[in-house]
Structures are given as C-alpha cells and as structure tokens.
C-alpha cells in the first residue's frame, strides 16, 4: 500500500492563527495523513486535547502513526466532519477553543490511481473520500441521467462544455461502460473543442472536480458545518477552513459574512425585531507566497479564511 504523503497548505499559517490557548480544546475535522494536526498538537501542552476526525481510514491510519509520543491528548475519529458533532458528544465535550478543516482531495488521494481521483493516473473510476460509501464516480458517471450529468458538470465545475461533455460520456456509456479514469479523459477530450483544449488546465479537470464534489456531497454540508462549529466554540474560539476553488471559498466567505452580520431586518425598520446578533468577527484571508507555491503547485489556488467567535 502506498504511504499516505501529503504537504500541508498554510501550516504556519493555521497554527499560528488557530492555537490560542495551549491547554484548550481542538478539532481537526480533515485530519488526513495528520500534517496540521501534528503541527497543532506539538504547540499544545500536556492538558491540551486534539480530536482528529476524517472518513478517509487509510487517513486515519497514517495520522495515528504519526501522531504517536505526543505530550497533548489526542484523539480520533473516523467520521464525515458533518458529524464532528458527534464526535464530541462521545468524548463528553461541550464547547471547544478551535475548528479547524482543510477541504478538497489530499495529495496521497490524487497520487494513488487505485482511489480514482486523478485525471492524469488511469485508475477506476472511484473518487470515494469514504469507501463505505455506496455511490461512487462510476455510478455517477455510468448512470446519471444526461441532463443531470450536465448539470453537475456545470455547477461544481464550472465547465462551459457541460452540455456537450454529459452528451458524449452518455452516448460512449451506451457502447460501453465507462469503467477507469483513463476512458473518461478520452471521453471529454473528444468532447472539449480543440481549441479550448489548448488553452488553460486540463480539459479533465473542471469535470472531474464536479464528480467529485456530487460522490463526496462536499458543497452541500458546507454552508451547516460552518454554522454549527461556530456554534460550539467558545467566547473568542477560532474557525479556520482552507479552501481550494472558488465554489467553496464563496460558500465560506458568504457563511462568515452571514454569521457576522447578526440582524437581517430590512434596513427601513426603525428597530431590530429579528433579535440576531453577530457571532463571530472575520479575521483573516491568507493565500500562500510564492515559496510555497513554488514548493508546493497544488497550493496555487488555496485560501485560508478564519474567524473568531464573539
């Protein structure tokens, strides 16, 4: 089996913005192969307490290897972060002092053919983040109805040849099954212009980040996991999420600005009569430097977002 290797985004950056008090509480809710989560736990101190939740277990194993012989506590979990809720209660945990996630695919994810990530790997067509899961890329890919498909393809990959690209998998599909990878890039080659396939990413790229968002459900849970981690931190408690494209930095940005806007009466009300208050107060939006970017490619496009809770 392939060892779990993934370079960290913004880890300077997430621990020094997320760890305030040494002794508090701390969530880790994309732990992964535990890149940040290390990077959390040795700045906390033998009371301090890290929970790591991710539902990826070859994540689950890597990060316990690595975590060993640490002086904080730590604990795990393998659980969709839409559950860290649960987690918690488990562990008899109220109120926390941060939360963090990092989203999108790892790098082990994308580097290993066999977890059907990557559109430069033939693997098959999988893409599950969780393996229990039941439906995965090739379902989606291999039984959504056309319209759908283009639908997919277009909202949370922003492709413009969605139409066209969900016109040509289905009539390949009706051939033949479309089973790895490596059929599905030819498949949207063959149905991306070839001028367009000149110029900017991988004509696979936009299509195969929308089936991956719909296997993973990850958009659709964002926008609630915000709203409750938000809800079970404490007084000065800090969120942080890094993002990697733009559907989900808005998803972000949009949530925090709602969270800390509080009263949503119309503006020609005399008076407050909804009663919210804001919650937090935006912070901080980072984005790697150049370093990072050139040590790290896949970091291009990252972009830490934090906020304190009020």
């Not at 290897?65 to 904080?72: D, I, M, S």
């Not at 599950?128 to 909202?155: C, G």
């Not at 407050?272 to 980072?286: D, H, L, N, R, T």
Request: positive net charge.
């Amino acid at each position: 089996m392939m060892e779990f290797v993934h370079k960290s985004v913004l880890l300077a950056e997430s621990v020094e913005w997320l760890i305030g008090d040494r002794k508090g509480i701390y969530v880790d809710c994309t732990m992964g192969g535990g890149g940040h989560s290390l990077a959390f736990a040795q700045e906390l101190a033998s009371e301090g307490l890290l929970v790591g939740v991710d539902r990826d277990d070859a994540a689950i194993a890597a990060a316990t290897a690595r975590l060993q012989g640490l002086k904080c506590r730590i604990k795990m979990a393998r659980e969709n972060f839409n559950n860290f809720e649960t987690v918690l209660e488990s562990l008899g945990i109220g109120q926390i002092d941060g939360i963090f996630f990092d989203l999108g695919v790892s790098s082990y994810q994308l580097d290993t053919p066999g977890r059907g990530f990557s559109y430069m790997q033939d693997g098959p067509l999988d893409m599950r983040m969780d393996r229990e899961t039941k439906i995965d890329a090739s379902f989606v890919v291999n039984h959504y109805e056309q319209e759908r498909l283009a639908d997919i393809i277009h909202r949370y990959g922003e492709e413009r040849w969605s139409k066209r690209i969900a016109e040509f998998i289905v009539k390949e599909r009706t051939q033949k099954k479309i089973e790895t990878t490596g059929e599905l890039v030819s498949v949207i080659k063959k149905a991306v212009p070839k001028g367009a396939r000149q110029d900017g990413p991988h004509p696979a790229k936009r299509t195969f980040q929308a089936i991956r968002i719909e296997v993973n459900n990850e958009l659709n849970i964002l926008e609630e996991v915000i709203k409750k981690s938000v809800a079970r931190l404490k007084s000065g408690g800090r969120i942080g999420v890094i993002t990697f494209h733009s559907l989900e930095d808005r998803i972000v940005k949009q949530t925090f600005a709602e969270l800390a806007k509080g009263c949503t009466c119309p503006p020609k009300m005399p008076m407050c009569v909804c009663g919210k208050k804001p919650q937090i107060k935006k912070a901080i939006s980072v984005k790697p430097d150049e370093k990072e970017i050139v040590e790290n490619p896949r970091s291009r496009s990252a972009r830490l977002r934090g906020a304190i809770k009020i």
